[in-house]
C-alpha cells in the first residue's frame, strides 16, 4: 500500500495540517531566501553594514541572516515590524489571493491547520468557501491555546510565527523564533501537545525547514520511529523515502518540480481527497451519494437558469449535465466527467471539453489538473437534483456491465 493510501486511511478531522511557506509560492507570496533578499535591500537603504547577514545568506542561514540585519535596523531605530509596514513588496501578504492548492488543502477533511506564514490566503479562502471566518490564533493567547489542547477548539488556523495584520509580533529572526518554538511557553506546550497527540501533515516545507526539523526531532525524542504519525509532502526527496521512514518515522510523500512548478503537488493532494472519499463511500458506484433529501433543502428553484442565461445569454442542456454531474458526486476526476458526457449522453468529446472550459472559465466549477470541483451555490445542488435520475440510470448501466 503506498503513502498517499495509508494518509487516506488515518486522516480523520483530528488531523493537523502544517502548511509551509511553499504552499504559498503560487500566490506570488516571497520564498524565505527572497523575503531575507527584500529586507537585507530595506536595511541597505539605510546604510547598514551587511557583511555578516551577507555570510548568512550565502550559506542559507536564513534564520541568522534575519538576526543580523535585524541588528542592524535597530541601530538605525528601526524594528522588523517596519519592514513589513514600510517596505512596498510586503504588501503583496494582505492582497495575494488563494490558488488552486488553497481550495484542495481546505477540501480536505480537517480545519485543524497550523501555518508559520503571514498572509492571508487561508483566511480568505475559508471565508469563500464556507461563508464564514475560521478562527485565527495568534502566538501568546494561552486561554485559547488552552482550548485547542483540552479538544474544545478543532477549527482553527494557528498561526505562530505571526501575521501581517500584526506586524509587531511577526517572527522571523533568531531570538523570537528561539523564543516560541525551544523555550518554555504556552506556545510551546501546545505545539508539544499536538505533535504527540495528532496525525501531522506537512504541506509546503521543505526538509532543511528548521519548523520541520524541530517537529521530526521533538518526535524522535519521544517516541519510537514506528509510533509516529507524521507525513510531509516534499518536492523532489525521492532519495530520502526510505531514510526518513526508516531513522525518523516520518512518511515522505514525493512530488517533481522544479523552481516554482508545484502542479505535481496538486495531482498529489487531489489523490489523496480522491481516496479520503472513497473510503467515505463516495465513490461512483455508491449511488447513494446524494438523495433528494439531502440537497432539498438547500434548493432555490430557477438560481440555475439565472445563472447560466447570465454567463451565457441562453441555456445549454450539456452544461446542466456538467454542472449536475460535479456537483452531484461533490468533485468528480475530470476523466469521469467525459465518460458520462461522450458514453452516456452521446455527446461529442470535443464538445464535452469546450463546455467543461467555459464553466471553468466563468466561475461555475472550480478545477485542478485532473479533477472538478463544484461552486457551493444553490445553484450546483439544484443541478444535481436536476439530472439526479439520469446519473441513477449511469450508475445502474456500469453496475451491470
Not at 488563494?98 to 484542495?104: F, G, S
Not at 531570538?175 to 509546503?204: A, M, R, W
Not at 441555456?315 to 454531474?325: A, S, W
Request: with cysteine; glycine share 4%.
Amino acid at each position: 500500500m503506498g503513502f498517499i493510501e495509508q494518509l487516506a486511511q488515518e486522516f480523520d478531522q483530528d488531523t493537523v495540517l502544517f502548511i509551509g511557506s511553499g504552499a504559498s509560492l503560487p500566490a506570488g507570496l516571497p520564498s524565505w531566501g527572497k523575503l531575507i533578499d527584500w529586507l537585507r535591500d530595506y536595511a541597505n537603504k539605510f546604510n547598514s553594514n551587511l557583511e555578516v547577514a551577507d555570510t548568512y545568506i550565502k550559506s542559507e542561514d536564513h534564520v541568522e541572516a534575519a538576526s543580523a540585519l535585524t541588528m542592524e535596523l535597530e541601530k538605525q531605530d528601526k524594528m522588523l515590524s517596519d519592514f513589513f509596514i514600510e517596505y512596498p513588496e510586503c504588501k503583496i501578504f494582505e492582497s495575494a489571493q488563494p490558488c488552486e492548492i488553497h481550495n484542495l488543502l481546505l477540501n480536505l477533511p480537517t480545519n485543524s491547520i497550523i501555518t508559520p506564514n503571514y498572509d492571508l490566503l487561508i483566511e480568505k479562502e475559508f471565508l469563500k468557501k464556507n461563508g464564514s471566518d475560521i478562527r485565527v490564533v495568534l502566538q501568546n493567547e494561552p486561554n485559547t491555546l488552552n482550548e485547542i489542547n483540552r479538544g474544545r477548539l478543532k477549527d482553527f488556523l494557528y498561526k505562530y510565527h505571526g501575521c501581517i495584520t500584526k506586524p509587531k509580533n511577526i517572527v522571523l529572526n533568531d531570538e523570537d523564533y528561539n523564543k516560541i518554538i525551544h523555550k518554555p511557553s504556552p506556545d510551546t506546550e501546545c505545539l508539544k501537545n499536538l505533535i504527540q497527540s495528532k496525525t501531522f501533515v506537512f504541506i509546503g516545507a521543505g526538509l532543511k525547514d528548521p519548523d520541520f526539523n524541530h517537529i521530526r526531532n521533538y518526535l524522535i525524542q519521544i517516541n519510537q520511529p514506528q509510533n509516529i504519525e507524521f507525513w510531509a509532502f516534499m518536492r523532489n526527496c525521492h532519495a530520502e523515502v526510505d531514510f526518513y521512514q526508516h531513522k525518523y518515522g516520518t512518511n515522505l510523500i514525493n512530488y517533481e518540480g522544479e523552481n516554482t512548478d508545484h502542479s505535481d503537488l496538486l495531482n498529489k493532494l487531489s489523490e489523496l481527497l480522491k481516496k479520503i472519499n472513497e473510503l467515505d463511500k463516495k465513490k461512483l458506484s455508491d449511488v447513494d451519494i446524494a438523495t433528494r433529501q439531502d440537497i432539498e433543502p438547500t434548493k432555490q428553484e430557477g438560481d440555475l437558469r439565472q445563472t447560466l442565461v447570465s454567463a451565457n445569454e441562453k441555456i445549454l442542456p450539456v452544461d446542466e449535465q456538467i454542472l449536475g454531474f460535479v456537483a452531484f458526486f461533490d468533485g468528480i476526476e475530470r476523466a469521469e466527467c467525459e465518460n458520462y458526457m461522450v458514453g452516456f449522453k452521446k455527446t461529442t468529446i470535443e464538445v464535452t471539453k469546450n463546455r467543461i472550459t467555459y464553466l471553468i472559465n466563468h466561475n461555475l466549477i472550480k478545477t485542478t489538473e485532473h479533477y472538478l470541483l463544484p461552486m457551493r451555490e444553490s445553484f450546483s445542488v439544484e443541478a444535481a437534483e436536476l439530472i439526479e435520475e439520469d446519473i441513477m440510470v449511469f450508475l445502474a448501466g456500469r453496475e451491470n456491465g
